[in-house]
Each structure stands twice: as C-alpha cells, then as structure tokens.
C-alpha cells in the first residue's frame, strides 16, 4: 500500500478519482467548492467548453457587505446563496457537485444546502 505525503495530495488524489466520473456541461455545470482555512471558494465550471460561468468566494465585496469572517459555516452558507443569486441570473437551475475531495460535512455541505435553498437543483 503506498502513502500519501500530505493531507492535500490526499484531497487531490480524491479529486482526481471523482472527477473521472463527473463532468460539466452548458446545460448542467458542475459546481466545484475548494476550502481554506480562512476562505471557500465555489465556482459554476463548463467543462465541454473548458470555462467558469459563475464564482464566488468569501473574498468578494458582495460577500464581505453580508459576512466579514470567510472560513466558518455562515460564510460558507452566504457564499451557496450567492452563488445561486447568481446562477439563477444567469438561467441556471440544475448543477453538478463537486465536492473537491472534501468530506460532505461542516462548510462543504452548507454551501451545498445553501445553494440547494437559493433555488439549485444539486
């Protein structure tokens, strides 16, 4: 059995292995999340077409007029609902997720539910 060297080669290896299986499309893009320790980040990406459509992080100046702190579940769950603010402006409704190779819980899965809550359809 062979070792990783890191907790982030780990999650990439993950990923990796996920993302085999899973792609975005126009119709149905895939909604990819990467954490931080002090930030999130979750971006609507084309794969076909090899581009992102919509992103948000807890950097931006939209969320920092509703949330100062950006690496807790309330930033994660401001950063779901703007997300979907903004996919749904742009007439998409129905998204594939990506969880990043992070485990469904905590931040992950409050961005999710928030993004499921602000009209998506994961």
Same mark, same amino acid.
């Given at each position: 059995m062979t070792q990783v060297a890191s907790r982030g080669a780990a999650r =990439? &290896? =993950?990923?990796? *292995?996920?993302r085999l299986t899973m792609a975005g499309t126009a119709g149905r893009p *895939? $909604? +990819?999340v990467f954490r931080s320790l002090n930030h999130i980040? +979750?971006? $609507?990406i084309d794969d076909e077409a090899g581009r992102t459509l919509v992103a948000v992080d807890s950097r931006s100046a939209g969320f920092r007029a509703r949330q100062t702190a950006g690496g807790n579940v309330a930033a994660a769950k401001v950063v779901? @609902? $703007?997300? +979907? @603010? &903004? +996919? *749904?402006a742009q007439g998409i409704e129905r998204v594939v997720f990506d969880r990043g190779g992070y485990q469904y819980h905590g *931040?992950? &899965?409050a961005l999710a539910d928030a993004a499921r809550s602000g009209g998506l359809v994961l």
């Amino acid at each position: 059995m062979t070792q990783v060297a890191s907790r982030g080669a780990a999650r =990439r &290896k =993950r990923h990796d *292995r996920i993302r085999l299986t899973m792609a975005g499309t126009a119709g149905r893009p *895939r $909604l +990819a999340v990467f954490r931080s320790l002090n930030h999130i980040y +979750a971006q $609507l990406i084309d794969d076909e077409a090899g581009r992102t459509l919509v992103a948000v992080d807890s950097r931006s100046a939209g969320f920092r007029a509703r949330q100062t702190a950006g690496g807790n579940v309330a930033a994660a769950k401001v950063v779901g @609902e $703007l997300l +979907a @603010e &903004k +996919a *749904r402006a742009q007439g998409i409704e129905r998204v594939v997720f990506d969880r990043g190779g992070y485990q469904y819980h905590g *931040r992950v &899965k409050a961005l999710a539910d928030a993004a499921r809550s602000g009209g998506l359809v994961l």
